[in-house]
Nanobody, 124 residues
Framework: QVQLVESGGGLVEAGGSLTLSCAAS????????MAWFRQAPGKEREFVAT????????AYADSVKGRFTISRDNAKNTAYLQMNSLKPEDTAVYYC?????????????????WGQGTQVTVSS
């Protein structure tokens, strides 16, 4: 089992950057596929990025490709989401999710563990 805590959200102007962190507690972090999802007011939770525990495979939503970078530091039990060239439409609560020894998944129902979320607001 793993507990996830996100941090790093905040208010930023359009074109700016933020880095989100997801600190995991528990065992065997290196065996968890990690993902970021986001949910804007009145909208469904949507996939942002994921990194698989094995093989180093990574996937991004088309809307963030080329602007966001997902990474992980297994020694620190932490996953990251570097967000550049932020747009107002990136405004949402961002959630970290984990799936033990999971495949490269982009749908929320495959992830068993979730953080509480961190708010990202991009002003125009």
């Amino acid at each position: 089992q793993v507990q996830l805590v996100e941090s790093g959200g905040g208010l930023v102007e359009a074109g700016g950057s933020l880095t989100l962190s997801c600190a995991a507690s528990g065992h065997s972090f290196e065996r968890y596929s990690m993902a970021w999802f986001r949910q804007a007011p009145g909208k469904e939770r949507e996939f942002v990025a994921t990194t698989q525990w094995s093989y180093g495979r990574i996937a991004y939503a088309d809307s963030v490709k080329g602007r966001f970078t997902i990474s992980r530091d297994n020694a620190k039990n932490t996953a990251y989401l570097q967000m550049n060239s932020l747009k107002p439409e990136d405004t949402a609560v961002y959630y970290c999710a984990a799936d033990f020894m999971g495949a490269l998944r982009t749908t929320a129902n495959h992830y068993n563990y979730w953080g509480q979320g961190t708010q990202v607001t991009v002003s125009s």
